[in-house]
């Protein structure tokens, strides 16, 4: 995805933030709501890492406390020509990964600890390569701040029903009055996940290709993706299933659902294709045959 379309992108989403104050309070609430969209962009920038680290519980590992998951992520990281990132484990049983960080220099990769026993040596390192490719593209600020002004409008739509809303002729008040209130309460969150979606899906192609490259190889990520698909879904994240508005973050959905209408609306590309993708990148090469597994020291 170019710049400059994430860039109109992230407009959107604040200028859904914007609209969804001015339908609830009118010119106030539109201003009040650019006050809050400044404050959660720059509060994103520079905490964005602490802030979803923090929330996953994420705990720092380094060569002694897990040196060969920690020499892995090095090695990949020399490989992108990268700085060293700062490595994380999460303590649940879903296997999955995220980065985070404004920029390269201050960037972190996770994996939980479901991933770490789960998957072998290539998958894992599948699996971290596409992380570090995010990196590398500078992807983790933008999906950040992404999840950070989805979760203020998903906030704003659940205070919505408490807070006063008049319809005012002269442009103060709410234009929509009560209306106004509604449709920001219905429609303000799937706004907001379509703009996710539309972000965060080209950019898991993106970092599954230059993944592999940083890899070495494209097989290790496609089979990682094969037991993501089988595992993952049957595993809850509840820290995941309480702030959606982070799931983008996933190397894969960590949400539970179903239903066809959950994965229509998932911020992720469909599994299938990606591997799809993947494999024809090195067609007729043998999967990975290193199938030891965790755990990971």
């Not at 969804?20 to 404050?39: K, S």
């Not at 060293?84 to 972190?108: E, K, L, W």
């Not at 789960?118 to 999840?147: C, F, P, Q, S």
């Not at 070495?216 to 299933?241: I, K, Y």
């Amino acid at each position: 995805m170019s710049i400059t379309r994430t860039a109109l992108l992230l407009a959107a989403l604040t200028a859904l933030f914007l609209g969804a104050g001015y339908l609830i309070g009118g010119r106030g609430g539109m201003i009040i709501a650019l006050g809050i969209a400044a404050v959660t962009n720059i509060v994103a920038y520079w905490n964005s890492d602490r802030m979803v680290l923090s929330m996953y519980g994420a705990r720092e590992v380094d060569r002694q406390t897990a040196p060969e998951f920690y020499g892995l992520v090095a090695r990949l990281a020399a490989n992108a020509g990268l700085p060293m990132p700062r490595v994380y484990v999460i303590d649940s049983p879903q296997p999955n990964a995220f980065a985070t960080g404004r920029d390269p220099q201050h960037a972190a990769v996770a994996a939980t600890s479901g991933l770490l026993s789960a998957m072998n040596r290539d998958e894992v390192e599948g699996v971290m390569a596409h992380e570090l490719a995010h990196v590398k593209h500078r992807d983790t600020l933008t999906m950040t701040v992404t999840a950070t002004i989805a979760g203020a409008i998903s906030m704003l739509a659940n205070l919505a029903i408490f807070m006063p809303s008049s319809r005012s002729d002269d442009g103060r008040g709410a234009p929509l009055g009560g209306l106004g209130t509604i449709l920001v309460m219905i429609l303000g969150p799937i706004a907001a996940m379509l703009v996710q979606m539309a972000i965060s899906r080209s950019r898991e192609y993106e970092a599954d290709a230059e993944g592999a490259r940083i890899a070495g190889s494209p097989d290790g990520l496609a089979a990682a993706l094969e037991r993501l698909g089988e595992l993952s879904g049957r595993v809850a994240n509840p820290v995941a299933e309480a702030n959606p508005a982070t799931a983008h973050l996933f190397i894969v959905n960590p949400l539970r659902g179903g239903s066809p209408l959950s994965s229509l609306f998932s911020t992720h590309p469909d599994l299938s294709d990606r591997i799809a993708r993947l494999r024809a990148m090195a067609p007729g090469r043998p999967s990975p045959t290193n199938r030891r597994r965790g755990p990971w020291g």
